[in-house]
């Protein structure tokens, strides 16, 4: 039997319904941007895989880092030791992170990165002898699938049996250049009773809306607005961190930076599992106290893994370095020529772009789950390429290591799909 089969015995699949018989495709192999699969098939990674393998699949640079790790120190619990990676990361990244930042805690993913976050905000008010329990965050945003992080999400396709479950939080729209007198409005209303402990944004990019993109200014005031009622913000930047947007973190691109921000997917390359919440030294101070109860009792066993530190060292440093930075700024050039080039096509409905992410909307109603959704994937993976329809929503984010011919294929391929389908 191939992968695929063997696969249906006892695989539980994440966002298939399992009635309608899925199939999974075997991938084998992995290098720079291709895939390939089982039957020897080659595919382009043109999400790098849920934005995560931004320097490209088993960078040797990256693996090689992760290699030397192994063989001097694969785990160590974090809660009474510490480790040379862990201290280095931490390091590193305060230097590269929004001003600010001062304090690294460490996760098993994006998810619980926000719990965490949610968590720090809750207590922080809690700690100081005052009751804030609701939250603000953005109509149909994406911050994970834990309880917390469902609470602040708005997409019912993921929070549905569990709405009358979640924390309290007031939605508001995202800011679009022309709400701004309205957004105030809403915020000044649900400010009045002095119950908010936190805002929670995806800064820029709600990435799993469709990679809708809001206006910088407007969050900026909206941001200034929570600093001034003393609500703690908390940017979720597990998607648009480490490069995409153009700049090392979509907060970069605003004046007013973030209380707590929320790490993970390209933290680590793609290679291992791990996330980091960050927080200014306010946040953190407001723990410290004679009574061990007002501490962070908030922990993961593999916190800190040595390995998967070694393996954000090597990103960090790839990151930085003029090769990838001026791939960053190429692929952001030639997605602005492609959107250039189908903006007026007859079934493009809108197109936004930023850094390293491109998406076009179709000029018709799609369900974010459908066979017309479904139709458009086979029909890229049939030309060998992955890209992964949000809705009626295609979205490019490749690795910085991809090829211009890689891209070009891309390109074509989407041109491809407009002009069949």
């Given at each position: ?396 984010q490749v690795p910085y290591v991809i090829t211009k011919e890689e891209l070009e294929k891309v390109y074509r391929t989407i041109e491809e799909a407009l002009d069949t389908l």
């Amino acid at each position: 039997m191939n992968l695929r089969e063997r696969d249906q015995k006892h695989l539980w699949h994440p966002l298939k319904q399992h009635q309608l018989q899925p199939e999974s495709l075997g991938i084998v192999k992995a290098k720079g941007c291709v895939l390939t699969d089982e039957d020897g098939n080659e595919y382009i990674d043109a999400i790098a895989t849920w934005y995560t393998c931004m320097f490209g699949h088993c960078n040797d640079f990256i693996t090689s880092r992760v290699y030397a790790q192994m063989q001097q120190l694969d785990q160590v619990m974090f809660s009474d030791f510490t480790h040379e990676p862990a201290v280095k990361l931490s390091e590193e990244l305060i230097k590269i992170l929004p001003e600010g930042q001062n304090k690294i805690f460490f996760n098993d993913n994006g998810s619980t990165a926000v719990e965490a976050s949610i968590k720090m905000a809750l207590q922080y008010y809690f700690n100081k002898g005052k009751k804030r329990s609701t939250f603000i965050a953005f109509e149909n945003g994406f911050h994970g699938d834990t309880f917390g992080a469902m609470g602040v999400s708005g997409l019912s396709v993921y929070n549905g049996p569990f709405e009358d479950l979640l924390i309290d939080v007031k939605r508001i729209p995202t800011p679009n250049g022309e709400n701004h007198e309205e957004i105030l409005s809403l915020l000044k209303d649900y400010a009045s009773n002095d119950d908010i402990a936190g805002f929670v944004y995806e800064p820029l990019v709600q990435g799993a809306a469709g990679m809708k993109i809001h206006d910088a200014e407007g969050l900026n005031e909206i941001l200034k607005f929570c600093k001034e009622h003393q609500i703690i913000t908390i940017a979720d930047e597990v998607m648009t961190g480490f490069g995409k947007t153009g700049k090392h973190f979509a907060s970069d691109h605003i004046e007013t930076k973030p209380d707590i921000i929320c790490l993970s997917k390209a933290l680590t390359a793609g290679l291992i599992p791990m996330a980091i919440t960050s927080c200014t030294q306010e946040i953190y101070d407001a723990f410290l106290s004679d009574d061990i109860a007002k501490g962070f009792f908030h922990c993961h066993t593999y916190s800190a893994n040595p390995v998967a530190c070694s393996a954000a060292i090597a990103g960090i440093e790839l990151l930085q370095t003029d090769a990838i930075q001026k791939n960053i700024k190429e692929i952001s050039i030639a997605h602005k020529a492609f959107e250039e080039q189908v903006k007026n096509h007859p079934k493009i409905k809108s197109t936004r772009h930023i850094g390293v992410i491109l998406a076009l909307d179709l000029n018709t109603k799609m369900a974010r789950y459908g066979d017309l959704r479904d139709k458009l994937l086979k029909f890229f993976m049939s030309r060998g390429v992955f890209l992964r329809p949000l809705g009626n929503t295609i979205y490019i984010q490749v690795p910085y290591v991809i090829t211009k011919e890689e891209l070009e294929k891309v390109y074509r391929t989407i041109e491809e799909a407009l002009d069949t389908l």
